[in-house]
């Protein structure tokens, strides 16, 4: 597998990913900053990162304290290859290997991301801000998704 858990070092390729993608691009790229994201893998959580032929490809990002995926993103060169798929796996089995508490998401609607979500059996449940979808995953949701 080409996954590991994400490093600070890694911040650079994470924040060029970030940066590049075509789906929930940010209006204001100084939004996510790199401080932020040690915090996230380091204090709120953990991340993992994709790697191919040493380049990372993808990230993912879990936050126990508010109890949601903070950030999926691969880079657009390497989409529909399974990495998202991938990644996810491996972020959402962390996270109900460390609580039992539902797990949230929000994204734009009628995007890849969100059917990406639908797949992958998390549960719409409400809007989140003006114009994205709120899904949640509950730990039986997750161990019976097969």
């Known amino acids: 597998m080409n996954i590991r858990e994400a490093q600070i070092t890694d911040i650079p390729a994470i924040q060029i990913i970030r940066h590049a993608v075509k789906e929930n691009v940010l209006s ?31 990230f993912a990002i879990a936050d126990l ?16 290859q399974g990495i998202g798929k991938q990644l996810h796996d491996v972020m959402v089995d962390w996270y109900f290997s460390q609580t039992k508490h539902t797990i949230w998401l929000s994204t734009d609607a009628n995007t890849r991301a969100e059917q990406f979500y639908r797949k992958a059996g998390w549960q719409a449940v409400g ?14 949701d997750w161990e019976n998704r097969i």
């Open 28 to 58: 204001n790229p100084g939004v996510v900053t790199d401080e932020d994201c040690i915090n996230y893998i380091t204090k709120r959580g953990k991340g993992w990162v994709y790697i191919i032929e040493n380049e990372i490809v993808g």
């Open 127 to 140: 809007t989140y801000g003006k114009t994205e979808i709120k899904f949640e995953m509950t730990a039986s």
């Open 65 to 80: 304290k508010d109890h949601n995926i903070w950030a999926l993103f691969i880079h657009p060169d390497y989409e529909k």
